[in-house]
Structures are given as C-alpha cells and as structure tokens.
C-alpha cells in the first residue's frame, strides 16, 4: 500500500498541510513537540478511526479552532489499494450540538461507518512506550492484540464494539441485584450478549495468534542468531475447552493455539459459564470471565520473558512481533500496511537498528521521526527522503 | 456569567441551556431573540410552557400522553384493540401512526432497559402491560429500537407474555426501501436474510 498524498486542517498542530509522500522511507526530523508525531498519529486515525493516544477527540484538534463557532478537524488520504483503484479516505471531527464530537467518514466522496472502512488503510505502529507488550500488564497485550484485529477483521470489531457496550449494562446490573433493585433473571439477555459477543473475540484471538507466532519465531530466530525460541501462550480467563479439572492444566499451559475452535462451539460454554459463576459475580459486582480478563503470555525458551527476560530480551521480543504483525497484516489483507516507526531507532542497538531497517527496504512504506538525523547510516539516508518539520510546518527537505 | 446581565436574561439563558442539543450560546442567542420580539411571542410561549404540563397526562390505558383520558386513539372505537404495538416513547408511536396502516393500539414503556442508567424493567410500563395483554388481545407487536437496549427490553416483554397465549411479533429488521444491497452493511444484510419472506 502506498499512500501518495495526505492533508491536514487543524490537526492537532498542523493548521493545514499537504504532504506528499514518497515512495522511499520518510524521515521526519525536528525537535520535540514540533509535530513529528502528529503526522503518524493522523495515518494512524485514518487507519484506525481512532488516535493511539488518547480517546478524547478534542484534543486532536487544532488549539487555535478553541473560539471558531464550528471547530473540526479534517484528516485525508490518498493511495492506490491492492486492485490499482484510486482512493480517498477522509475523516473529519464536527462539533454537534456545542457538546460531542461527531466523526463523519467518507470513503471516494461517499459517508461510511467505521466498519465499513476497516482493512480500507492499514497501519503498524510502533512507539517506544511499546516495550510494555512485553513489560506490561495483560490489558496491554490485550489492547495490542485488538488493535491489530481491528484493521483487519471487521466482524472482530463489531464484536468487541458489542462487548464494550454489554459488559458495563451487564456489570451495572451485577450491582443493582446486589443492592436488590433487580432480580437476577433480568440477567439472561446480557449474559447472551457478553456470550456471543465474547466468542467471536476468542475465537479470533486463538486464530490470530496460531499465525502470529509462527511469523514472530522467525523473526525471533534471526534475532537472537536462533540462539532462543518464542512461543506465545493464550490464556484465555475463561477456557472454552477444560473441563473443571482441566482448568488448572489449563491455567498453567494456556489454550492448544492448533485446535481451532469455532465462536458457535466456544458460545454455550462461556454462557454456562457466566451462569456458574453468576452468585460470585453478584458479590463482586463484575464479570468474572471472559476475553476482557484474558492474557497472553510470551516466553522465550519456555520462561516468562516479562518476568524473567532482560532489557535486550524485551527489546529483540517487541520488535518480532511488531514485524510479525506487519506481516500478519500483509497476509491477511494481500498488501502490506505503511510502517510508523516513532522515535523507535534511537533506541534500538545498532545490531537491532540494521536489521529493522534492512527488513523494510522496499516493502513497506515506512515513515520515522527522530530528534536526530546522525542515528542513521548515511547509506540510509542516501535512499531516504528528510523532512525538517518546526512548530507545524515543514521547513525544508 | 458576567455581571453585566441582569438576573432575569441569566435565569432564562440558563434554562434553556438544560435543554437537550442547546449549549450556552444558542441559550443566548434565543434569550436575546425574545427580548427584541413583540410581546405576543413570548406570552405564547410561557401560556404554551405551562400548558405543557398542565393540561396534559398519561393515558390511563396505552400510557401515551394526552390531554383526554383516554387518549383519542385508545377511545376510538374502529382501532382493533386486540392488536397492541409496544413502543419505547411516544415519538415512536408517532412515526407508526404516520405509516396510516397501523389500525391497532399503542402501549408506550418511556424508555428502555439499560442497566447502565438505572433503568430496569420496573421503571417502564412492562407490568401494565402484562395486566393489559389479556382477554381479548391476541397480538403484541414488540416495537422496541433495534438497539441493545430495545433488545433487552424486548426480550424481558417476551419473556414475561410467553405464556399468556398471544402471538408475540417484532418488528422485522432489514433492507432500507431505495437501497442498494451492494452497500448495506453486513449485519443489516445478515438479519435481513434471517428475517426473509416467502413470496407469493
């Protein structure tokens, strides 16, 4: 995929940009706070409909709108998709009603929802704070691994949409049984809901992993000179296919990836098992189970790499799997998402740096930013295109 | 707000603010629109507020609002009242009425289940309508909005009638009228192809 133009009104600190894109790497050079990162953020929320950083789409846009009667904010792309057809995807945040903003996308011209542009424009991101993959907490990776599914699988976004709504209706109304405001056969509907819902997300993930961490292990191996093996484990809080007994087996050695289940097997035993532990969930107040308490782990030669790995350990681990979701991406979309590295190769070793680097030449379109252009190789540079960006603008090449 | 309005502006700017799509400054703008109007307008107005609640109450038997109970449609005596139509408000109500087709009666919850907000099945008119759907009535048209919160609620009605004996129906989801299937989202496309008809 390449994308070929992209224009900014009040984004953030981008009052208005036209940007073409060039077909070799980007290098997006400036100090900080300049706007080096606010042009990934926009590829991103083309691709994603949402930004990666923040859930408030007022802060998107531009501060100077604060006293315009209608502020908004308008974000498009050009490219060519992998049938050679000319697209424009274009976002835009309206004010409604001086309250909330409203998202309005058009695909060619034409208004879209959310879903029906999903796998439209793929982006992999990948940011420094990502070493919490793998130093972080579970929600982390879950976060990670919903993300991802969402640029690709619309029925998998449609499903966590479904969940996101059900599981606060079913949770508000755990504690309004508690407090006896409700009994607790109005709980049947939304324990369907979250079991459906839940299904479909368990599904995927057991599926999406199986592939991931067949690509992440190669790319494991050639970085660690096949010295140490990857493997990923899926917990999922709630195992679809233990028995009681088994639960505990399964609670040490996670979900066999390669026994493929189904969401229409995986349903009625997550419903009976919202069921059995509906009284605990009274007392709790919360779902107990379920894809929003999964985890999945990441071991490297059979040991936690986030409790026991090093610094380097995580380091080499992120970056196989953010080259393996790219090439997760490629696969499952037939073309290959842009590549958004941000700040990333100041803080890779130089082994580390050449081999990202020397991955992406020529197959994704790759923009960086960087404080600091004598990071990369001159050879690099040579083939690169640089853009000095101050305060907003693009100052020079 | 600022010292230089007098408190009778403020009261109203601030009241009309409370309203549902009217942020501050549209609450100004009308408030100063109703200052430079004539008289007359704003007379209407506060009689056309007062009324509102004066004179207006729920239908003792559909719970629509009215101003006589019955309301004009539960006391007319060619709608077939053995056909009710449970809808979540009385806009809904409404938009069924303007189909002219309708020839039944309406029965209005005020609202949804959503846990959520504190709505339960006890704060709408579920167990009116449970009282009300016997004897004669043979069908329930449940015409909740096909959101998750009208499916909630249209699950507890039918729940709560399946045993009563009536033939319990909802609203059919499909294809918008002028569509093009091509572009129908697949969710629409799928309960459309559940909820297909026979032809002929």
């Known amino acids: ?397 | 707000m600022s010292k230089a309005i007098p408190e009778p502006v403020t009261r109203l700017i601030d009241a009309l603010s409370a309203l549902p799509g009217i942020g501050p400054k549209t609450a100004s703008r009308l408030t100063y629109f109703l200052l430079r109007a004539p008289d007359k307008l704003s007379q209407n107005l506060s009689e056309a507020l007062r009324d509102l609640k004066a004179r207006t109450r729920l239908c003792s038997v559909c719970y629509n609002i009215t101003v006589d109970d019955p309301c004009p449609i539960c006391a007319d005596e060619r709608r077939d009242k053995r056909t009710i139509a449970v809808v979540e408000e009385p806009l809904d109500a409404l938009a069924l009425e303007r189909t002219g087709v309708f020839q039944g009666v309406y029965h209005v919850l005020h609202g949804a289940i959503s846990p959520v907000q504190g709505i339960g099945p006890d704060d709408l008119k579920i167990r009116e309508l449970v009282q009300r759907a016997q004897g004669d009535v043979l069908e329930v048209i449940i015409a909740t909005n096909p959101g998750m919160e009208g499916d909630a609620t249209a699950m507890y009605i039918h729940r709560e009638l399946q045993r009563k004996g009536l033939k319990l129906t909802r609203l059919a989801r499909g294809l918008p009228t002028g569509g093009d299937l091509e572009y129908v989202d697949s969710v629409t496309l799928l309960r459309a192809l559940q909820g297909r008809n026979l032809m002929g």
């Open chain 1, 1 to 397: 995929m390449r994308v070929e133009h992209l224009s900014l009104t009040n984004f953030r600190n981008y009052a208005r940009l036209e940007l073409s894109l060039p077909q070799q790497p980007l290098v997006l050079h400036g100090a900080n706070a300049q706007g080096k990162t606010s042009l990934l953020e926009a590829l991103y929320y083309l691709a994603a409909a949402r930004s990666p950083y923040t859930r408030q789409d007022r802060q998107l846009i531009h501060w100077r709108t604060e006293d315009d009667p209608l502020p908004y904010a308008r974000l498009s792309a050009e490219f060519h998709n992998r049938r050679g057809r000319h697209q424009i995807l274009e976002m835009a945040l309206v004010l409604e009603n001086g309250a909330r903003f409203k998202k309005i996308i058009r695909l060619n011209h034409a208004e879209k929802r959310v879903m029906d542009v999903v796998g439209v424009l793929s982006v992999v991101l990948f940011l420094p704070q990502d070493l919490t993959l793998v130093e972080g907490s579970p929600s982390d990776r879950r976060a990670w691994m919903d993300a991802t599914l969402s640029q690709v699988d619309a029925a998998y976004l449609e499903a966590l949409d479904g969940l996101e709504k059900a599981l606060p209706q079913r949770n508000a109304l755990l504690r309004r049984i508690a407090e006896r405001k409700a009994k607790p056969s109005e709980l049947s509907y939304w324990d369907e809901q979250v079991a459906q819902f839940g299904a479909i997300l368990i599904a995927q993930r057991q599926k999406f992993l199986r592939e991931l961490e067949y690509l992440a292990q190669q790319q494991h191996h050639a970085l660690s000179g096949a010295r140490e093996t990857l493997t990923l484990r899926y917990q999922p809080s709630f195992s679809p296919s233990a028995t009681q007994e088994g639960q505990r087996a399964f609670e040490v050695f996670g979900l066999d990836l390669h026994r493929q289940l189904e969401p229409q097997d995986i349903a009625p035993q997550y419903l009976a098992r919202l069921q059995e532990e509906r009284d605990e969930s009274i007392l709790r107040g919360v779902t107990l189970s379920g894809p929003h308490r999964d985890e999945l782990r990441l071991l490297i030669n059979g040991r936690d790499c986030g409790l026991y790995g090093s610094r380097g350990q995580a380091r080499t681990t992120v970056l196989a799997l953010k080259l393996a979701e790219l090439a997760w991406m490629e696969r499952a979309l037939g073309e290959t998402p842009l590549l958004l590295l941000d700040e990333v190769i100041a803080e890779l070793d130089a082994q580390r740096r050449a081999y990202l680097l020397g991955q992406l030449d020529g197959r994704a379109q790759t923009l960086l930013t960087t404080t600091e252009l004598d990071i990369f190789e001159p050879s690099f540079l040579a083939r690169a295109q640089v853009l000095h960006i101050r305060e907003g603008q693009i100052v020079g090449a």
